[in-house]
């Protein structure tokens, strides 16, 4: 079944791999890519969005729409000592092409509001946009389909601190508003479904040089970037919660165990601050979201190895894409 989707992203690595699968998978209409501060300089991610669409030959067909360029209430934090630019040294000359002048949180309230219950929204990045978009209007939460969260961790360790991954780290109010919205939700946490079920180890990263297509360059070129940063924490592979969250949206029967839980999210604390508490069911609290357990990691694998080898050709040149 065909979803019509947006993106939310801070696009570096991964990120620019989940917009892969929303741009290639033939059950996603990818509606809008909407930016959010995060990963590296605002700037530099809409290069990589921009870059991606352009190694899908997709350029100019989706419209990227620049969105809070921090956090709600905090300063900006990035994670450009795991991403570095997040495009793995490429760079695209983007003369010519520029973001649509409507904001990202508009685009989002608009679509939604035009398409009640038509919507899927990937938060791929922290949460200030969507907050901003249930803030703005009313109803956007309602007349969202579903959103998809990666984020959090499911009684797990954290990925910037002990307690708090990155997208919650970054700007927790934004995860209480979106928590107490009222939406459907599913999350794709970092720990232990990414570390279990969603690293490319070497093996994995030597097929998918072999497939030899430009998309399948593009993506050992953006993810390799980051091995050395996760080698040196002891993950042995390149990590996938962005692209996975994508797929699980498109195609649920990756998922393997799923249940209801009550999340909420730390923003009081300077120790745990974004340290995401999911309830399992056993705790007398109401579920806000489904919480993904374990998907079928070769049935992911096997799904991004398929969308790398459609015969693509950049639409404008990527220097470094070898
Ligand atoms: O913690 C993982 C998340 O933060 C992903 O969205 C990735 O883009 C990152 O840096
Ligand atoms: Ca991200």
Same mark, same amino acid.
């Given at each position: ?10 696009t ?40 991606t ?12 729409? =620049?969105?809070?360029?921090?956090? =709600?209430?905090? %300063? ?37 509001? %035009? ?12 949460? @200030? ?24 961790s ?7 601190t ?6 919650f780290f ?16 599913t ?20 097929q998918?040089?072999?497939?030899? @297509? ?16 996760? %080698? ?6 390149? @990590? ?15 998922? @393997? ?66």
């Open positions: 079944m065909t979803r019509r989707i947006i993106i939310d992203t801070d570096a690595q991964d990120d620019c791999i989940a917009l892969l699968v929303g741009l290639l998978d033939p059950d996603s209409t990818l509606e809008a890519i909407t930016m959010v501060a995060g990963n590296v300089g605002f700037a530099r991610q809409v290069h990589n969005a921009f870059m669409l352009s190694a899908a030959d997709r350029l100019g067909d989706v419209p990227v729409h =620049l969105g809070c360029e921090r956090p =709600l209430t905090r %300063e900006w934090i990035s994670a450009e000592n795991v991403h570095g630019d997040g495009a793995g040294g490429m760079h695209m000359d983007l003369a010519g092409l520029a973001p649509e002048s409507e904001h990202g949180v508009d685009a989002l309230v608009r679509l939604v509001s %035009e398409n009640p219950g038509e919507i899927d929204v990937v938060a791929i990045g922290p949460l @200030t946009n969507i907050a901003m978009a249930i803030v703005k209007d009313s109803t956007f939460a309602e007349n969202v389909r579903s959103l998809t969260i990666m984020g959090g499911n009684n797990g360790r954290g990925n910037i002990a307690a708090a991954e990155f997208n970054v700007d927790p109010e934004a995860a209480v508003t979106v928590f107490g919205s009222g939406m459907k939700i999350v794709v946490p970092w720990a232990p479904l990414t570390l279990n079920d969603a690293v490319f180890g070497a093996d994995k990263l030597a998918i040089a072999k497939i030899g @297509t430009p998309l399948a360059r593009f993506f050992t070129k953006v993810c390799a970037a980051t091995l050395d940063f996760d %080698e040196s924490v002891g993950i042995f592979g390149t @990590t996938h919660p962005d692209s996975l969250s994508a797929a699980v949206l498109l195609h649920p029967e990756l998922i @393997t165990s799923v249940s209801d839980y009550n999340v909420q999210v730390e923003a009081s604390s300077d120790l745990t601050r974004g340290y995401s508490a999911m309830s399992w069911g056993v705790h007398d609290l109401e579920p806000n979201a489904q919480v993904v357990e374990s998907v079928d990691s070769e049935g992911f694998f096997d799904l991004i190895c398929k969308l790398l080898s459609a015969p693509t050709s950049p639409y404008r040149e990527i220097a470094g894409l070898l």
